[in-house]
């Protein structure tokens, strides 16, 4: 199975910093990688697709980059309602497998 | 606007069975591959499953620690997605979120919605 390793767990940052965060896959994926948004108690929010192509609606602040095994996601100018949970899923192989998850706090 | 309604959540005993139920509506479903996805209390999420669509044989794929005792089916004719869940173990407790997938091809089969998740609980 491939494994994606993200990094860092928890982050901590204020309203309007800039904020990176990684996904490491065990092998080549690719550009086959989606980032998801979640929210306590909420289902998960489709951020980013095929690595760096923003879902309809998503603000502009959220980027993603990478290709291959390394990948990031980064948050410009962060807002109160970005305080939350962040998670990578690779969609190149089956098993598809998810990251363990960025929590970014306050 | 798309809508997943699951159901079908509940505590049931280690060994049991569970058969969860997902409502779709506001699009073609017939056209979609389904996934489900879990999240045990308190972690992270992890892909439990996925069938395809019709033009696709409704094959299935599954995570390896629930192949061989969970079962995606569909319905087309009712807009329903059901997970078959036998052989339960403590550590199949968590909320399942029905979840449609957004293409059909390796770039686009990507999950584009969620439903709410029905809770799952497995203990004695």
């Known amino acids: 199975d491939i494994q994606l390793t993200q990094s860092p767990s928890f982050l901590s940052a204020s309203v309007g910093d800039r904020v990176t965060i990684t996904c490491r896959a065990s092998q080549g994926i690719s550009n086959y990688l989606a980032w998801y948004q979640q929210k306590p108690g909420k289902a998960p929010k489709l951020l980013i697709y095929?690595?760096?192509t923003l879902q309809s609606g998503v603000p502009s602040r959220f980027g993603g980059s990478g290709s291959g095994t390394e990948f990031s996601l980064t948050i410009s100018g962060l807002q109160p309602e970005d305080f939350t949970t962040y998670y990578c899923q690779q969609l190149n192989r089956y098993p598809l497998t998810f990251g363990g998850g960025t929590k970014v706090e306050i | 606007e798309v809508q997943l309604v699951e159901s079908g959540g509940g505590l049931v005993q280690p060994g049991g069975s569970l058969r969860l139920s997902c409502a779709a509506s506001g699009f073609t479903f017939s056209d979609h591959y389904m996934d489900w996805v879990r999240q045990a209390p308190g972690k992270g999420l992890e892909w439990v499953g996925r069938i395809r669509n019709k033009a696709n044989s409704y094959t299935t794929e599954y995570a390896a620690s629930v192949k061989g005792r969970f079962t995606i089916s569909r319905d087309d004719s009712k807009n329903s997605l059901y997970l078959q869940m036998n052989s339960l173990k403590i550590e199949d407790t968590g909320v399942y979120f029905c979840?449609?997938?957004?293409?059909?091809?390796?770039?686009?089969?990507?999950?584009?919605?969620w439903g709410q998740g029905t809770l799952v609980t497995v203990s004695s």
């Open positions: 979840t449609r997938v957004a293409g059909t091809t390796w770039s686009t089969a990507v999950v584009d919605s």
């Open positions: 095929a690595a760096s």
